[in-house]
């Protein structure tokens, strides 16, 4: 971070920093505190502004802008004003400088709602055809048991719930996924960060229907039970993370999902269902404790390898 201050004193971008934000070499923690900062004073981001402009990326950035500026109807401003006093405007909020007076934009245009910026947040995932098939996932196990007097059907239900989330994952993030995956690797908002959230917005919705799915069937004698599945898929998701950093996302989830779908859902196809077939891998308190040890080895490994998320995925 920058120099220390006195407690209570406001903090401002230094010249040093900005040089370190535009040539890419600050910190994380820094690059986000510097984008958090410029939102709301404008003095700090005339001077990250002249920073990136006087850069390397300065003649591309003003290229990027011209053609930009000229495609939405709007004309490049005079070659006579330097970087120095160009100020750069933040699409969804109004500049305000360091003394709190608001500046009055430039050019503005419409703020995205906060629900947009939610909808793009959560990936490709929850806007894709993977929420329907979890769906029809659940509805299927349901209509099996239901209607169809299918003992079988928790036993599959409970089989196939830990890969959902990891194929969630395959779908959300890297570069076969997600057509703005280039622009957001590059910004300190991409990378794991992206990519955890998105992850939480699919275990935020495999959790509670596949448990409630679950719960709802027809209890089987000897059978774990609906919630047995939450350790082994939040295992797999992590080793998924966790494997993706070295060989990409789409790679680690089909290796692991095709793996597990061989070990466990492919017995309960070739057979009738029993007890025995599920019990090693989602009942009693060594199974259940070997994922959890396995969830916190692959989460450690995640933390490590964090930094590799801020590359592009290998093609």
Known sequence: MTAP?????????????ARRYADGTAAETDAWSVEKHVEACGRCAARVSAAVRTGAAGPTLAAVRTDLLTTLGHHPEPATRTAATVEPVSPTTTPVACSGRPRAPRFSPAPLSRWARLWWAVGPAL?????????????????????????GARSLLLALS???PVAGVAVSYGRHADPLYEITAATPSGGLRLLLTRTAAVLAVCVPLLTAGGALLPPVAGFPGAAAWLLPGLALTLAALALGSFVGCRTAAVTLGGGWL???AGPLLGGPATSSTLVPYFSGPAAQGSWAAAALACGALLALRRRSFDHLEPR
Request: aromatic share 10%; glycine share 16%.
């Open 127 to 151: 806007r894709g055809a993977w929420v329907v098939a979890v769906v029809l996932v659940v509805g299927g196990a349901f209509g099996l048991a239901h209607g169809a007097g299918f003992q």
């Open 262 to 264: 061989l070990a466990v």
């Open 5 to 17: 201050h006195a407690p209570g004193a406001p903090w401002h971008v230094s010249d040093a920093l």
């Open 162 to 164: 830990p890969v959902l």
